[in-house]
């Protein structure tokens, strides 16, 4: 008995398991270390990239803040305008149809009339009128009165406006209210003695 067991120990030893063992052991421990580090170099990789994506999304966060904040100003600015705006005081018709613009006030770049001008007052640098209202005429030389000038616009009661061309030596262009002729036609005059030159005109009829 003690030979047979004596064999088996020498045999177990001839057999090398402890050098074995710990052979596997060591693999085992190497092999899980390894796949520790993939590991862990993994995750940093993951983690640096969520990184990233968590840096960007705040930069457009960012930009999303700051657009509403334009926004909201520019509401703000739009609602306070509205809240300051009185349409009446822009436009106002009244019940007999005449519309005021601005308190009575009304800016333009042109004007241009084709019919009829009603203004107690009538101002501009470039004002564009129809035929029917606006004209030239003439006195020729020697004369005291131009010949009939014809419009439909004229009738008894309106401002005609004169203006000479050219120097009148003093002398006054004038029209009279007996010969306007409602509908057809008014006569433009001058202060005698008549002069030996032509006198050309601007007339503007302002009802």
């Known amino acids: 008995m003690e030979k047979v067991e004596q064999t088996v120990s020498e045999n177990i030893a001839n057999m090398n398991i402890q050098d074995k063992v710990n052979a596997l052991v060591s693999n085992a421990s190497a092999n899980l270390n390894a796949q520790i580090e993939n590991l862990s170099t993994s995750n940093q ?18 930009k999303l803040q700051d657009q509403m904040d334009l926004i909201t100003q520019q509401n703000k600015t739009v609602s306070d305008f509205i809240a300051n705006l009185d349409v009446a005081d822009i436009v106002y018709k009244d019940a007999m149809g005449n519309i005021n613009l601005l308190n009575g006030k009304i800016t ?24 029917d209202v606006s004209g030239t005429g003439k006195i020729k030389g020697g004369e005291l009165e131009s010949d009939p000038i014809l419009t439909k616009e004229v009738k008894s009661g309106d401002k005609i406006y ?11 262009l004038y029209y009279d209210e007996k010969d306007i002729k409602d509908g057809e036609s008014f006569v433009v005059k001058i202060d005698s003695p008549a002069l030996e030159k032509d006198v050309e005109f601007n007339w503007l009829i302002i009802k």
């Open 45 to 62: 990789s993951q983690l640096s990239s969520l990184g990233t994506d968590i840096s960007s999304i705040k930069t457009m966060q960012a």
């Open 108 to 131: 333009a770049k042109d004007i241009e009339a084709t019919n009829s001008v009603k203004a107690s007052d009538l101002e501009g640098e470039n004002l564009q009128l129809g035929n």
């Open 162 to 172: 004169i203006t000479p061309k050219d120097s009148t030596e003093g002398k006054t």
